[in-house]
């Protein structure tokens, strides 16, 4: 069997269905990252044009259900659709308990990851670990399928070393289970996020199954998703680091015009706001430093990220990043296309 996804971005600005019910606006999502697409970020990401957004990883473990972590996670992004949480585990019976609870809050779509590369995750036999048993992962697919009345996806990695092709024969085995979409980063276990992305593999996927496959890794800006649809063909492009410190690569993307500088730090400044709003004082300081580093990193001015970063309290980084003058901005940016698509 032989089949090509789509060649061109335009053809991501598309809508894509999942049943008759479930729908994408596009196909163009971001990826879930633990501790970073969170509901404050996707929300811009969903602002900005894309199509699809997933939740950090919530793990199936017994007693983190109630966890704050793991409640803020699994959260609705008001207007966001559909709604889709990203679980992770090994044991199938705790995966359906955890997925049933899900649907029961509302969730309308669950991600299973088999992808994720962090040693805190492949230790619990979870992530992309899960890929050296396949006959577990279709065992995993077909009993949450069987169980649920929404679609279920999965995301996973091309195999556990850059030699085999174990992600693939994941997806094969996954599609004839009943999963409706996939999604490949085109990496192994073994490669973390070193080298760079293996659309070729990629490729191969498309090829074997029907079911959607969205591909991932190294999507930093238009020439690399344009690369991207010509090697690998996929149906969709879901984009993660390469969406950090500018949720704008959506909507340039989808054929809009580059916000100039003065817009972005309108937008950082929203993001700030947004993220002590749904964090609270003492996290919020903490979790936006890593975001505005990349806003300003994007921006050629990492010196000013510095400066935030060093600031103690959510008054001080607000105080800060209100008084930051566009044209300093601007003496670090040479124009405004090239520090909006920089790697």
């Known amino acids: 069997m032989e089949r ?16 008759d019910q479930i729908s994408m606006r596009n196909r163009l999502a971001i990826a879930p990252m633990a501790g970073l697409t969170d509901i404050p970020f996707r929300s811009l990401c969903w ?21 704050e972590k793991s409640r803020l996670r699994r959260l609705a992004v008001p207007g966001v659709y559909p709604w889709s949480v990203q679980i992770a ?9 955890t997925a049933k609870k899900l649907v ?8 299973i990851n088999f992808g994720c590369p962090a040693k805190k995750v492949c230790r619990q036999m979870a992530g992309s670990a899960v890929l050296k048993d396949l006959d577990l992962i279709e065992r995993i697919v077909s ?32 599609e004839s289970v009943g999963a409706k979409m996939a999604v490949l980063h085109g990496r192994s276990k073994e490669c973390k996020f070193q080298g760079t ?60 015009e580059l916000p100039s500088i003065e817009e972005r730090l309108v937008v950082m400044n929203e993001h700030l706001d947004a993220i002590h709003s749904f964090y609270g004082s003492e996290r919020g ?3 936006s430093r890593k975001h505005l580093m990349a806003y300003f990193t994007r921006l050629r001015a990492p010196v000013l990220g510095k400066q935030f970063v060093s600031l103690g309290t959510p008054q001080e980084q607000t105080a ?4 930051i003058d566009v044209g300093v901005v601007e003496s670090f940016s040479s124009s405004a296309e090239e520090v909006a698509i920089a790697a």
């Not at 090509?4 to 269905?17: A, Y």
């Not at 029961?104 to 991600?111: L, S």
């Not at 969205?214 to 984009?239: Q, R, W």
């Open 285 to 287: 300081a903490r979790v």
């Open 143 to 174: 009993q949450l399928v069987n169980a649920l009345d929404v679609p279920v996806t999965i995301k996973t990695r091309t195999g556990l070393t850059r030699a085999d092709d174990l992600g693939r024969e994941a997806v094969v085995r996954a």
């Open 197 to 256: 992305a293996d659309y070729g593999k990629i490729r191969s996927v498309v090829e074997a199954v029907n079911i959607p496959l969205f591909a991932n890794g190294d999507i930093n800006d238009l020439d690399s998703a344009i690369l991207v649809a010509e090697k690998s063909g996929p149906d969709g492009l879901m984009i993660g680091r390469g969406a950090i410190g500018q949720p704008w690569i959506f909507s340039y993307l989808l054929g809009e």
């Open 320 to 323: 800060w990043l209100r008084n």
């Open 89 to 97: 585990g090994s044991d199938p019976a705790q995966m359906i308990e």
């Open 47 to 67: 602002r900005f044009g894309a199509g699809y957004t997933v939740s950090e990883m919530v793990t199936s473990k017994e007693g983190f259900w109630s966890t």
């Open 4 to 19: 090509l996804g789509l060649k061109k971005v335009e053809e991501f600005r598309t809508p894509l269905i999942l049943n």
């Open 104 to 111: 029961q809050e509302g969730v309308q779509v669950i991600d």
